[in-house]
C-alpha cells in the first residue's frame, strides 16, 4: 500500500468529520424546531485490502443519516393526543354550562324561589295591589329566566357548531398534507435513502389529525401511513386523502364523508378526540339538559295553573291561566307501539278544568291494550284533545295530546294504567323557550277560592308548591335544578381532571421523546469537538503524508 | 435517556403553569370569600346549598309573616280590650240603675249611655287597620257590622284569616266577628249560622230598654217570636171578644198566657196584611210536630229561610200565611205577597198555631221580650266572658307567634352556617396555602432563571 492511498484514507476522514459537523450543526439548527428528531450520522469503514498478507483498511464513510426514533413512545403520543383531544374540546363548553347553571345568589333556582315567595308575600295581603302586581312580575322574571337558559343552552350547542365548522377546513388541509408527504416518503425510501425531515413533518401532523379527529393510522411497508376513523371509515390512504364535508342547514351542522359515489354521516361515534368531545357534548349531554329544564318549566306551569284555574280573582274571575298552557302534551318514548304493555284500568284527562275519566280496556275483557290503543280510546273520547302516535327522533313513539282550544289547559294523570311499560308521563319540548305569562291583570290574580279581598287559601296553596315533589314525583322544581347544576359540575369536574391528566401524561411523552429524539446542545457540543478534532487529525494525517512524500521526493535529489 | 433543553423548559412551563392556576384558583376564593364558586367545584354540595338557600329565603318571610301576624293581634288585642272595657263600664251603669233609687230623669241618662257605650261597641267591631276592616273575616273592605234601627247585622263571612308561621304550620292572625260580637256560628256545618253565644248588641239594647223600665215588654226587631203562644184578644170578663165584624182577634201571649204588650202598653193583635184578623189553624213542620212560637223560632231564626208544611218562605221578607185548613196558600196579590183566604164561620181553633206577622215592609214581624235588668246583668257577664275568652285565645296565639319567631330567627343562624359551611372559604387555610403556592412558584420561578445561566458554551 502506497502514501497516495494513506492520502486517500485521510480525506474520506475529512469528507466524514465535515459531514458530521455539518449534521451537528443541523441538529443545533432545529433545537426548537416542533417534531424534529436528532439526526445522526452512521460511519462505517471502506472494506480492508490485502498489502503484502495484510488487510489494511481504506479509510472511512458514512453509509446513512438516521434519526433517532422510538416507535412506542410516538404510539403512546398519539394515543394521549387524542385523550387530551377530547378533554380540551369539552373545557370550553362546560365552563359556559358551568354559567348557565350558575350556583351563584342569581341563578334560576333563585328565580324560582322568588316566584312562589312572592306568593308568600301575597298571602299576607291577599288584596294588596303591589303584591299582586310582584306575583306577576316574579312570574314574568321566571319565564324569562327560563327561555334564558334554554337560549343558553342553543347558544353552546351553536358555538360548538362553529367550532366545528372552522376546524374542519384545516383538518382536510392536513388530511391532505399526510397523503402529500406518504408520496414523497414512497418517492424518496424507494431509492433507498431515508426521508428523515418528511417523517418529522408527518409524525406532527398525524399528532394534530389524531387530537382533532381521534384517527387511528398504521404505517405500511412502502413507508406510507393509512389513516382512519375509530368507526372504520377510511381518511388517508398511501397518497390520497379523503375530505369532510360540513353541511349546516339553520341551527344544525352535520358532518358527511364522501366516499367514491356515497356519503357517510360521521357521528360523534364514529369519532375521537376533540370532535368526538365536541359531538358527545352537542348531541347527548346538552339535549339531556334541555329536556331536564323542559320538564321543571313543563310541571312548573302545570301545576301554578291547576291550582291558579280553580280558584277565583278579586275581580270574581276563575279559570284563568297564570302562565300560558303547554301547545302539546308528549310522553316518553315507547319501542313498540303495538305492543299490548299497558294494563288496563282508568285514567283522568281534565280538559280546561273538565275532568273526564276515561276506561281504558281495549280488549273488552280487562286485559292489556297498546300506545295505538290508548291513542284511540282518547281520540274517540271526544274530550277536546286529539292524540296521536308520532315517531321521536331515535326511532322510539311517543303519545302526543294537543289541545283542540288554543291555551286549554290539560292535566293528565295515567298513573293507573302502567304494564310492562312505564305508564305515560308528559311533558313538552322547548317548554321552558316558549314558557311565558298569560295573566296580565292584578285584579285577576287569584290569591283565594271566593272573590273576598281577604281570602289567601289559594296564595298560601300556591307558594306551598315550593316545596311539593313536583318534578317526577320525586324532586323540588329547586332541587332538580340543583340535579341539573350538579351533573353538570361534575361533567365539568372529571373533564377538568381527565385534562390535567392527559396534559401530565403528553409532557411526560414528550420529554420521553426528547430524550431519544431530541437535540441536547450539549451533546452536539461535545459531538461538535468530537468531529473538529476528528477533523484536525485528518489535517494532521494528510500533512504528515504529504512531508513523508516530500521527504521521498527529495531522496532524488 | 437525555435530558434536553427543551425538556426541561418544557416540564418547567407545566409546572409553573399548575402553580399559576392554583393559585389563581386560591386567589379568587380569597377575594370572594366563597370557595364555591361553580358547580364543578363541589357538585354534592350544591343541592343542600340551594336547599338551604330555599331555606332561608321561606324562614325570613315566615319571619316577615310572623311579625306582621304580631302586628294584626296586637291591634286587635287593643280593640277587645277596649270592648271589654265597654261591657265592665256597661255593667257599672246597670249596677247603679238596679241599685240606686233613682228617678225617671237619671234612669234615661243611665240608658243613654248605654247608647253610647253601644255605639261604640259598633265603631270597635267595625275597626280597620290599614283599611282593612279585622272583624270581617275574607270581607276585609265590607263594614260588617251595619246598625238598622235597633237591630245589628253582619255583613262579613266567618272566615279566619291565616298565615303561613313555618312550613305547612298556619296561624290564626283574626276572630270572626258573628261569633265574637254577636254570638253566631255555624255549629252543625251546614254553612247557615246559628245563634250559639251572646249578641252584644242585643244584650245592649236590652239593657237600655231594661233601664227606661221596659222589661216584660215586647217590642217589634228583627228578632223572634215570643216563645210562649198565642191567645185571642179578650174580654174583661176573660171571655174571647168579639170585635165589630164578629170575628176573634188572635194576640201575643206570654208562658202564663198573659197578653203580651207592645211598647205602648197595648196588646199585639196578629192581623192579615188587610188588617183583617186571622182565622188560625194548627200547622205542623216538617217533622210532622205541631208548630208551636218557640218551635217556629229553633226552625226560623232571624235571617232564615225554612220551609215547613208544604210552605217554602221565598226569602226572609216573605210572610208566611195558613189557610184555615192549613192548605198552602194558592193566591198571590199584585206585589207578590200571598192572600189570605179568611173564613170567618169556621170560628177559632181549638189549637193555637204559629204565624208570622208583618211588619210595614211586610217583612214579618218578630217580637221579643226585653227581660229583666236583674237576668240582664248576669247575660252582661258572660258577653263579656265570651269577649275575655276569644282575648285570651289571641294572647295563646300572640305568643305562640313570639316563641316561634325566636325559634325561625334560630333556624336562621343554623341555616346560614350550613350554607357557610358548604359555600365560603376559610379564610385562614386560603391565605396560608396562598403563601405555601407563592413560595413553591418563587422557587419554580428561581430555577427556570438559572436553567440558561449554566451552559457548556462557557466552558469551551
Redesign the interface.
Known amino acids: 500500500m502506497g502514501l497516495a492511498a494513506a492520502l486517500n484514507t485521510g480525506k474520506t476522514s475529512l469528507f466524514s468529520n465535515q459531514k458530521s459537523i455539518e449534521i451537528a450543526g443541523n441538529n443545533i439548527a432545529n433545537v426548537n424546531t416542533e417534531g424534529y428528531s436528532r439526526q445522526k450520522a452512521v460511519y462505517s469503514d471502506f472494506p480492508s485490502l490485502e498489502f503484502g498478507g495484510f488487510f489494511v483498511g481504506q479509510g472511512v464513510k458514512i453509509t446513512a443519516i438516521t434519526r433517532e426514533y422510538d416507535v412506542f413512545v410516538s404510539e403512546q403520543l398519539l394515543d394521549k393526543s387524542q385523550t387530551l383531544g377530547n378533554e380540551d374540546a369539552k373545557s370550553t363548553p362546560l365552563a359556559e354550562l358551568e354559567r348557565v347553571f350558575s350556583i351563584t345568589e342569581d341563578n334560576l333556582a333563585t328565580e324560582i324561589d322568588r316566584f312562589f315567595d312572592s306568593w308568600q308575600e301575597l298571602s299576607a295581603n291577599p288584596s294588596g295591589q303591589v303584591e299582586r302586581d310582584i306575583v306577576i312580575q316574579r312570574g314574568e322574571l321566571l319565564a324569562s329566566a327560563f327561555s334564558t337558559v334554554s337560549s343558553e343552552l342553543d347558544n353552546v350547542s351553536s358555538n360548538i357548531n362553529e367550532t366545528i365548522l372552522s376546524e374542519v377546513d384545516a383538518v382536510n388541509l392536513k388530511l391532505t398534507q399526510i397523503a402529500d408527504l406518504n408520496g414523497r416518503i414512497q418517492t424518496i425510501e424507494a431509492n433507498g435513502q431515508s426521508a428523515n425531515s418528511f417523517r418529522d413533518q408527518r409524525d406532527v401532523l398525524l399528532q394534530e389529525v389524531t387530537y382533532t379527529l381521534g384517527a387511528q393510522s398504521y404505517e405500511e411497508p412502502s413507508g406510507a401511513v393509512n389513516i382512519q376513523l375509530p368507526g372504520g371509515l377510511p381518511l388517508v390512504q398511501n397518497s390520497s386523502a379523503l375530505e369532510f364535508e360540513a353541511i349546516s342547514q339553520g341551527d344544525s351542522l352535520t358532518l358527511n364523508l364522501n366516499i367514491g359515489s356515497s356519503t357517510f354521516e360521521v357521528t360523534g361515534k364514529n369519532l375521537g378526540g376533540k370532535f368526538a368531545g365536541l359531538l358527545e357534548l352537542r348531541d347527548e349531554f346538552i339535549p339531556s339538559l334541555e329536556q331536564d329544564l323542559d320538564l321543571t318549566a313543563y310541571s312548573l306551569v302545570q301545576e301554578v295553573n291547576k291550582l291558579h284555574e280553580a280558584a277565583t280573582g278579586l275581580d270574581g274571575s276563575t279559570g284563568v291561566s297564570f302562565f300560558n298552557n303547554p301547545g302539546n302534551h308528549t310522553s316518553q318514548s315507547y319501542a313498540d307501539p303495538d305492543l299490548d304493555a299497558f294494563s288496563s284500568g282508568s285514567f283522568t284527562i281534565t280538559v280546561a278544568g273538565v275532568e273526564n275519566t276515561i276506561t281504558f280496556d281495549p280488549n273488552g275483557d280487562g286485559t292489556n291494550g297498546s300506545l295505538n290503543d290508548l291513542e284511540n280510546i282518547i281520540d274517540t273520547a271526544g274530550i277536546g284533545v286529539d292524540a296521536s302516535v308520532q315517531q321521536d327522533d331515535d326511532g322510539g313513539y311517543v303519545l302526543s295530546l294537543v289541545p283542540q282550544t288554543f291555551n286549554d289547559s290539560v292535566q293528565i294523570d295515567m298513573s293507573d294504567i302502567g304494564g310492562s311499560y312505564e305508564a305515560p308521563e308528559f311533558t313538552m319540548a322547548d317548554m321552558s323557550d316558549l314558557m311565558s305569562m298569560s295573566l296580565t291583570e292584578a285584579s285577576k290574580v287569584a290569591a283565594g277560592n271566593s272573590s273576598a279581598p281577604g281570602d289567601n287559601t289559594n296564595a298560601l296553596a300556591i307558594s306551598a308548591l315550593k316545596d311539593a315533589n313536583a318534578v317526577n314525583g320525586e324532586d323540588t322544581f329547586v332541587s332538580f335544578y340543583g340535579k341539573m347544576a350538579a351533573s353538570v359540575g361534575i361533567e365539568a369536574g372529571q373533564n377538568r381532571l381527565s385534562q390535567s391528566g392527559a396534559e401530565d401524561a403528553l409532557t411526560q411523552l414528550q420529554n420521553l421523546r426528547d430524550g431519544t429524539s431530541g437535540v441536547s446542545l450539549e451533546e452536539e457540543m461535545i459531538s461538535l469537538i468530537k468531529y473538529q478534532r476528528g477533523f484536525e487529525a485528518s489535517a494532521k494525517l494528510l500533512s504528515t503524508v504529504d512531508e513523508m512524500l516530500v521527504s521521498v521526493l527529495s531522496i532524488k535529489s | 435517556?437525555?435530558?434536553?433543553?427543551?425538556?426541561t423548559y418544557?416540564?418547567l412551563n407545566?409546572e409553573l403553569n399548575?402553580i399559576n392556576s392554583n393559585l389563581e384558583t386560591l386567589r379568587n376564593q380569597a377575594a370572594t370569600g366563597k370557595k364555591?364558586?361553580?358547580?364543578?367545584?363541589?357538585?354534592?354540595a350544591?343541592?343542600p346549598?340551594?336547599?338551604a338557600?330555599?331555606q332561608i329565603?321561606?324562614t325570613d318571610?315566615f319571619i316577615?309573616?310572623l311579625s306582621?301576624a304580631a302586628d294584626r293581634l296586637d291591634n286587635q288585642d287593643s280593640y277587645l280590650d277596649q270592648a271589654e272595657n265597654l261591657l265592665v263600664s256597661a255593667k257599672e251603669t246597670a249596677i247603679n240603675a238596679i241599685n240606686g233609687s233613682m228617678s225617671e230623669a237619671d234612669l234615661n241618662t243611665l240608658a243613654d249611655q248605654i247608647g253610647y257605650i253601644k255605639t261604640e261597641m259598633l265603631s270597635v267591631a267595625n275597626a280597620q287597620v290599614g283599611g282593612?276592616y279585622i272583624f270581617?273575616?275574607?270581607?276585609?273592605?265590607t263594614a260588617p257590622f251595619v246598625e238598622d234601627g235597633d237591630t245589628v247585622s253582619y255583613q262579613g263571612?266567618s272566615?279566619v284569616?291565616?298565615?303561613?308561621s313555618a312550613?305547612?304550620e298556619?296561624v290564626q292572625t283574626n276572630l270572626d266577628g258573628a261569633k265574637l260580637f254577636m254570638g253566631m256560628s255555624d255549629s252543625d256545618g251546614d254553612g247557615v249560622l246559628e245563634q250559639t253565644g251572646m249578641n252584644v248588641f242585643e244584650v245592649l239594647t236590652n239593657l237600655e230598654r231594661a233601664i227606661r223600665g221596659e222589661s216584660g215588654q215586647v217590642y217589634n226587631g228583627n228578632d223572634a217570636l215570643p216563645a210562649d203562644g198565642i191567645d185571642y184578644r179578650r174580654d174583661a170578663s176573660g171571655e174571647i171578644a168579639v170585635d165589630g165584624n164578629g170575628n176573634y182577634t188572635p194576640i201575643a201571649v206570654d208562658g202564663s198566657g198573659n197578653p203580651l204588650v207592645d211598647s205602648s202598653g197595648n196588646d199585639v193583635p196578629l192581623l192579615t196584611t188587610e188588617g183583617a184578623p186571622i182565622n188560625l189553624h194548627t200547622a205542623t213542620d216538617t217533622d210532622g210536630k205541631v208548630l208551636t212560637i218557640e218551635r217556629y223560632n229553633t226552625l226560623n231564626p232571624p235571617g232564615v229561610v225554612t220551609a215547613f208544611d208544604g210552605i217554602t218562605a221565598l226569602d226572609t221578607t216573605q210572610p208566611m200565611y195558613l189557610h184555615s185548613d192549613g192548605t198552602p196558600v194558592a193566591d198571590f196579590n199584585a206585589a207578590g205577597e200571598p192572600v189570605l183566604t179568611y173564613e170567618e164561620s169556621a170560628g177559632p181553633p181549638a189549637v193555637i198555631a204559629a204565624v208570622s206577622l208583618l211588619n210595614s215592609d211586610s217583612s214579618p214581624v218578630q217580637l221579643t221580650e226585653i227581660p229583666t235588668l236583674d237576668s240582664l246583668l248576669t247575660t252582661l257577664e258572660s258577653t263579656a266572658d265570651q269577649t275575655r275568652s276569644a282575648r285570651g285565645l289571641m294572647g295563646n296565639n300572640a305568643e305562640r307567634i313570639d316563641t316561634s319567631k325566636e325559634h325561625l330567627e334560630g333556624v336562621l343562624v343554623d341555616l346560614e352556617q350550613i350554607l357557610s359551611r358548604y359555600e365560603d372559604a376559610d379564610l385562614i387555610d386560603v391565605i396560608t396555602e396562598i403563601t405555601q403556592t407563592e413560595t413553591a412558584l418563587e422557587a419554580a420561578l428561581n430555577v427556570t432563571g438559572k436553567v440558561s445561566s449554566l451552559?457548556?458554551?462557557d466552558y469551551?
Open positions: 435517556m437525555k435530558s434536553t433543553q427543551s425538556t418544557r416540564s407545566a399548575s364555591l364558586l361553580r358547580p364543578s367545584d363541589d357538585p354534592a350544591i343541592r346549598v340551594l336547599s338557600r330555599t329565603r321561606a318571610r316577615s309573616s306582621t282593612q270581617a273575616g275574607y270581607q276585609e273592605d263571612d272566615n284569616k291565616k298565615l303561613e312550613p305547612g298556619y451552559s457548556i458554551m469551551l
